[in-house]
């Protein structure tokens, strides 16, 4: 469901509060969303029917909450090597809250890190990171920081209906005419950019 939420604009829109400080501290943690329990819950209607009691799913859903609120911390530097290697620990999740390119979209756990070590998505904590939103909202008001990004995707599909699919499920910052981008596609941007440097560094070797 969390990289989902990184990963979908629908559910984004609910979760872009919690990454929306450019402070990281234990109060971001109660930066929670206000809808996403309307749009998250289609990812928990299956596992009753397998078997699963919902006070088993409410008490697990609440030990990883508050599992997660103390590692919103800058206080809390590095921890053993063996417990960082498991567990998701403040130094991992300060890379999540980030802004930097590096580090978007990078250490989606909630208890244990090695979900991303295994699928690709870890990232270690290396300069301290930029936090918030790669644009950020620039406003105190609550009714916008909880419903800006609905407001904007609403104003996406009523100006483009025929991309509606694209700016409701797409990857935030898709754009169909490329006036926007993903976090894949400004990585794409940069490499490109790094590699035209470097080529451009080895033909000035050369030529001397």
């Known amino acids: 469901f969390h990289r989902s939420s990184h990963k979908v604009r629908f559910f984004w829109a609910s979760h872009v509060i919690h990454h929306s400080s450019t402070k990281y501290n234990l109060a971001t943690a109660l ?7 309307f749009t998250g819950f289609v990812f928990y209607l299956w596992m009753p029917l397998l078997g ?53 979209d990078m250490n989606h756990a909630g208890i244990l890190i090695i979900w991303d070590r295994m699928f690709g998505t870890f990232y270690p904590e290396e300069e301290r990171p930029t936090y918030g939103l790669t644009k950020n909202i620039n406003s105190y008001n609550p009714l916008i920081i909880a419903t800006h990004e609905w407001r904007d995707m609403i104003k996406d599909v009523w100006k483009y209906p025929r991309q509606a ?33 470097q080529t451009l560094a080895q033909q000035t070797v050369l030529n001397n």
């Open 165 to 197: 699919w694209g700016y409701i499920f797409g990857p935030p910052g898709w754009s169909h005419d490329g006036s926007r981008k993903t976090t894949a596609q400004l990585r794409t941007e940069e490499g490109r950019k790094i590699s035209e440097k």
């Open 52 to 104: 699963f009691h919902p006070l088993m799913m409410l008490f697990m859903h609440s030990v990883s909450l508050l599992y997660q609120f103390w590692i919103h911390t800058e206080v809390i530097k590095k921890l053993p090597s063996w417990f960082e290697a498991v567990f998701n620990t403040p130094s991992h999740h300060r890379v999540h809250h980030a802004s930097d390119l590096k580090y978007l």
């Open 31 to 37: 930066r929670q969303t206000w809808t996403g329990n």
